[in-house]
């Protein structure tokens, strides 16, 4: 149990020594008590569910638009942007940091009016929502094997 323990602890730090993270997800752990022990896990899982939508919704929107013409006025140009803020507000309140990096890169490019860069930017997105979502996936699976840390408790 003590080297799942370490193999817990080790994931989780790395998820913050590869920015994956930052000290908002701290605080989100903090949040989580004896009557409800998947609080994170639910928030979580919430975050990739509502995301994976936005993210499909917004790449749909992109491959709609004219290739050369963004227009700031365009139904489509203003899904973006929502989607976006949507984005924005819900992976930095889970201090999912490269996500929230990589949501400010997309949204430069489009306030530019540099649609194909929005577009590489949001293909970068993508494979930061997969990669943090694959890790935490796996995380979780960890921490079901070893149960509760305790209230407000990261396991060491």
Do not use: C
């Amino acid at each position: 149990m003590e080297g799942l323990k370490q193999q817990i602890s080790t994931m989780r730090q790395s998820f913050f020594d590869e920015e994956l993270l930052n000290e908002f997800y701290i605080q989100l752990e903090q949040l989580e008590d004896t009557d409800n022990p998947n609080f994170v896990e639910n928030v979580i899982d919430l975050f990739f569910r509502d995301s994976t939508k936005i993210l499909y919704t917004m790449e749909e929107n992109m491959n709609k638009t004219p290739p050369d013409y963004i227009d700031l006025d365009s139904e489509y140009y203003i899904n973006l942007v929502k989607d976006l803020h949507q984005l924005k507000g819900s992976s930095a309140s889970i201090g999912a940091n490269k996500i929230t990096i990589a949501v400010n890169q997309t949204w430069e490019f489009l306030n530019e009016g540099n649609l194909e860069g929005a577009k590489s930017s949001l293909q970068q997105l993508k494979m930061e929502h997969s990669t943090l979502k694959a890790k935490f996936k796996t995380y979780f699976k960890l921490l079901k094997q070893v149960g509760p840390a305790g209230p407000g408790t990261a396991y060491p």
